[in-house]
């Protein structure tokens, strides 16, 4: 069955940079559109960023726009998630997905159980 673990969360100061990492496993598990999502205190989780099937191309919620980096390793079977210029509002859990329509306001089949990033001065 299809397997996703994130990787990568941690404390960072405001301003810092990090890296996600979301290993996928199983049968045809990156083969499809994946994504970053994050669930802040208090609030809906939301979308971040995902690519297409292939792998090229890349989307973000508005917000993410700039800061945000997603990319995919397919020999790897890895999804990438890279935040610079970290901000307080950034903290949250990250999770990533598999079995994504981008065409459907990236509604997904599979999920990791998420990483935790907290940004503080």
């Known amino acids: 069955q299809v397997h996703l673990v994130e990787s990568g969360g941690r404390w960072v100061h405001t301003g810092g940079s990090l890296v996600l990492s979301c290993a996928a496993s199983?049968?045809?598990?990156?083969?499809?559109?994946m994504g970053w999502f994050r669930r802040a205190p208090g609030k809906d989780r939301e979308f971040v960023a995902g690519v297409n099937r292939s792998g090229v191309s890349a989307f973000y919620a508005a917000y993410a726009e700039g800061r945000f980096a997603v990319s995919k390793d397919n020999a790897k079977n890895t999804l990438y998630l890279r935040v610079n210029n970290l901000k307080p509002e950034d903290t949250a859990v990250y999770y990533c997905?598999?079995?994504?329509?981008?065409?459907?306001?990236?509604?997904?089949?599979?999920w990791g159980q998420g990483t935790q990033v907290t940004v503080s001065s």
């Open positions: 997905a598999t079995g994504c329509f981008p065409d459907t306001e990236w509604s997904c089949d599979y």
């Open positions: 199983g049968r045809a598990a990156s083969d499809y559109a």
